[in-house]
């Protein structure tokens, strides 16, 4: 075992915030203008009508369509690939596997093709074999069907639970434990269980969840000459163009990644994918440009998913609902890959209650099944899903109200880093407080008090709390900002939107500091040929950080419009502010000059402003915070449940914009309903190791039927003026940690019995009620 006192944490493809040299920070804002308000996207009308162009909807003339053979088989190794039929097929222009001879264009790539990109040894059902491109997306997936792949079908292991069995089959030589477990621990746990009145311990299991964007994985690859340009469906077109460059061995300034639209990623378009290398080669072999979308079939095995757990917790609790100790072991499997089986499984164990003695132990294992990724919020829904229940059944056991149990051990700085920084902000209390005032927590609890109901229709509510252990953001980011001669204004930044509202939110920033609309403001972003660099957008980290470099960026451009104007009016350029158009003497408005007037701007016919990230405050630590109230009814005949109403009050520093606040807030929700009550990667573990439920039937995520209407969001609204400059925290991944606990601290309550795995389907729900009677 190794040990991990240093709690610096890893998620692939997530960037960990360096501190850069301080710079000269702006003021906080006051009173705001436009921050703040509910505004409608300013793309609202190209994503709704239709006229936005994401990466699916391109067409380039002489365009090819490629697809991609997988292997059928969880484990297998390839000894031969025979494509000459498919070759030979209508409209098919090129094949690519480790069995075919390479081409002139291909040839530098021979050893990357053969050894790495299509791997013979396949770990996992939907790795890579083959990949064709033809005239037509069907003439592409019919010369697939023409390709014969000559298989050493291999023994499998699907369920991480059996991974360490002595005949297990080995998915890696050295076996199938991805690192030696990982222990954290402070304090010490005997001393703290022999302190508590009450101790319980209890198994938990959350199932395997798949990112299922709206919008398919895929891009479009072409080239010029030696330049490569790929429009990609990606959370960041930087990290796109890092790894693609590092599998083609060019430099990042032949690679032009760009994405303007995308319909979802929650994680699973962090990074590059082997598809985006192929269709490059593709389209350089064929020296035409190639689009590659995978299947939705494809998406459900190959890039990424929420990786199963297996947790045991046992917590010490004083009757006076002092957390005297916690003890975690949790188990997972990022799949066939290192791809953090066990991220942040034990993060809100370690950190989001006060409690002295803690010790933890994670174990990441491998199996043959499809990579992990991160996916909202890495590890915490899982985590919370066990310790949110853990707080329910301590509170009911020593007689306390969940919430004040909560309440009696927050803290006001992170246990689990070293040296226990304070946090910038914290709201948790404000999170419970007022959450449960708008819930009405009080008297719904004992309104509700289980068995009050009539009939076999029970209704329960239940809460659960949390941070994130990100949401702060940082550097790295440069922004510009310009202003043109006749007053109109452009953004250049190189954040993707993923769909969460970042241009509307940028937008709204210039607009604050600029004076103009924010539909007026132009926007460019992330295209690594014209736009400014950017971290992948991910995290919770977008808001805060770009909004402050795209605040310096505005303040940069102010101040030398400020110069050029104070030249002009004879005024120093600190007693100037901008107003309507119009630069204006604070210390005598009538002395002021028409932005459009100014003889200065008309000469250089543009200003233009670049703003940096400057670094987080030092030794502090920036979080967001959560809690969440719902109620549900359960019909114990059928274990049918419906989740009646939700209450979601976060912490996430300033709201920047009332409803794509709420959309994340609610989009968060919904997910966690899916998370807890219907999603489950199934996987046939016994004969075929194969995917079961590949698609939307059989794979259930939430739909409108599925949540409540009655979604109220409750934002703590108390900027973060030490976070940054904009005073805003993440929001996007805290909107989903507490909410599965949530749910399932309320079936509790409204039956009695509690659902330790998820999902909390019908049949599940049913036979715990049946075994409760049973046992009763
Ligand atoms: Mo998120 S899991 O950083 O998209």
């Known amino acids: 075992m190794t040990r991990d006192p240093d709690t610096r944490y890893y998620v692939e493809g997530i960037d960990v915030p360096e501190t850069p040299p301080p710079s000269g920070e702006p003021e906080p804002w006051g009173e705001t203008r436009v921050v703040g308000k509910p505004l409608p996207r300013v793309d609202a009308y190209e994503r709704v009508s239709g006229t936005a162009v994401y990466p699916a909807d391109l067409k380039l003339p002489r365009m090819l369509y490629g697809a991609i053979l997988r292997s059928p088989h969880p484990h297998a190794v390839v000894s031969a690939v025979h494509t000459t039929e498919a070759a030979g097929m209508p409209g098919v222009r090129a094949v690519l596997s480790g069995f075919t001879p390479t081409d002139r264009a291909t040839q530098p790539h021979a050893d990357y093709i053969r050894r790495s990109l299509f791997n013979p040894h396949c770990r996992f059902q939907g790795e890579v074999v083959a990949a064709v491109a033809a005239e037509s997306p069907y003439q592409a997936r019919d010369a697939l069907r023409a390709i014969r792949v000559d298989y050493e079908v291999l023994p499998f292991v699907a369920d991480e639970r059996r991974a360490l069995d002595a005949d297990a089959p080995k998915v890696h030589e050295s076996g199938n434990q991805v690192t ?9 746990i005997a001393t703290g269980f022999a302190e508590a009145d009450v101790v319980l311990e209890q198994d938990y299991r959350t199932e395997c969840e798949i990112h299922t964007p709206m919008e398919l994985h895929g891009c479009v690859a072409k080239w010029d000459g030696d330049s490569l340009t790929v429009w990609e469906s990606t959370q960041g077109v930087y990290n796109v163009q890092s790894q693609v460059a590092a599998a083609l061995g060019l430099p990042l300034s032949r690679i032009r990644v760009v994405n303007h639209y995308m319909g979802g990623g929650f994680g699973s378009k ?3 994918s082997k598809y985006t290398t192929i269709a490059a080669l593709l389209a350089k072999q064929t ?12 998406t459900y095995l190959a890039v990424g998913n929420r990786p199963p757990s297996n947790m045991w917790l046992k917590a010490g609790v004083k009757r006076d609902g002092t957390l005297t100790a916690l003890e975690f072991k949790g188990s997972g499997s990022g799949g066939a890959y290192r791809a953090g089986g066990t991220s942040l499984l034990d993060w809100l164990v370690r950190d989001c209650y006060l409690c002295p003695n803690v010790r933890t132990e994670t174990t990441d294992l491998y199996i043959n099944a499809g990579p992990a990724r991160p996916m909202r919020a890495p590890g915490h829904p899982q985590g919370a899903w066990a310790l949110e229940q853990m707080l329910d059944a301590l509170a009911e056991a020593i007689e306390l109200d969940p919430v004040a149990l909560r309440l009696k051990n927050i803290p006001a700085y992170s246990q689990a880093r070293g040296g226990n920084p304070p946090y910038t902000t914290t709201g948790l209390r404000q999170c419970l407080e007022d959450g449960a005032q708008a819930f009405g927590w009080r008297e719904s609890r004992s309104a509700m008090a289980r068995g009050a109901t009539d009939g076999h229709v029970r209704r329960g509510v239940g809460m659960a709390s949390g941070l994130w252990i990100g949401g702060g953001g940082g550097p790295p980011s440069t922004v510009i900002v310009k202003l043109f001669a006749d007053g109109s204004v452009n953004l250049n930044m190189g954040a993707s939107d993923i ?4 241009k509307t939110v940028m937008a709204m920033v210039v607009a604050e500091e600029l004076g103009v609309d924010p539909d007026d403001v132009q926007i460019e972003h992330a295209d690594t040929g014209t736009t400014q660099f950017a971290t992948a957008s991910g995290g919770s980290k977008t808001v805060p950080t770009e909004a402050p470099t795209v605040r310096a960026a505005a303040l940069d451009l102010k101040r030398q419009l400020f110069e050029l104007a104070g030249e002009e009016l004879g ?16 210390v005598d408005p009538s002395t002021a000059v028409e932005i459009t007037r100014l003889p200065g701007l008309a000469r250089r016919r543009s200003i233009t402003g670049v703003g940096y990230r400057a670094p987080n405050p030092e030794g502090k630590v920036v979080n967001p915070f959560a809690a969440q109230f719902c109620e549900v009814e359960v019909n114990t005949l059928t274990g049918e449940l419906k989740v009646l109403r939700f209450v979601a009050a976060h912490d996430s520093g300033r709201v920047m914009n009332r409803l794509t606040y709420q959309n ?3 989009g968060g929700i919904t997910m966690g309903i899916g998370f807890g009550m219907t999603e489950e990667r199934v996987l046939d573990v016994d004969q ?6 590949i698609n939307w039937h059989d794979y259930k995520i939430p739909t409108a039927l599925d949540v409540p209407a009655d979604m109220t969001c409750v934002p703590i609204d108390r900027p973060d003026d030490e976070a940054n400059t904009t005073g805003a925290k993440g929001i996007g991944e ?4 507490p909410t599965a606990p949530a749910v399932a601290n309320a079936i509790t309550h409204a039956v009695g019995v509690r659902v330790t795995g998820t999902p909390a389907t019908p049949a599940r729900v049913v036979q715990l009620l049946a075994d409760a009677r049973k046992g009763g």
């Open 734 to 737: 805290p909107a989903t940690i």
């Open 571 to 586: 005024v120093d350029p600190s007693q100037l502010r901008l107003e309507a158009g119009r630069v204006v003497s604070t």
């Open 688 to 693: 075929t190791g194969k995917m079961v439920n």
């Open 287 to 298: 020296a035409r440009p190639v689009k590659l979308t995978l299947t939705r079939e494809e």
């Open 664 to 666: 994340q807030v609610f």
């Open 180 to 188: 030696d477990t990982q222990v954290y621990e402070r304090g010490d």
């Open 270 to 272: 962090l990074r590059a």
């Open 499 to 502: 769909g969460t509202g970042t």
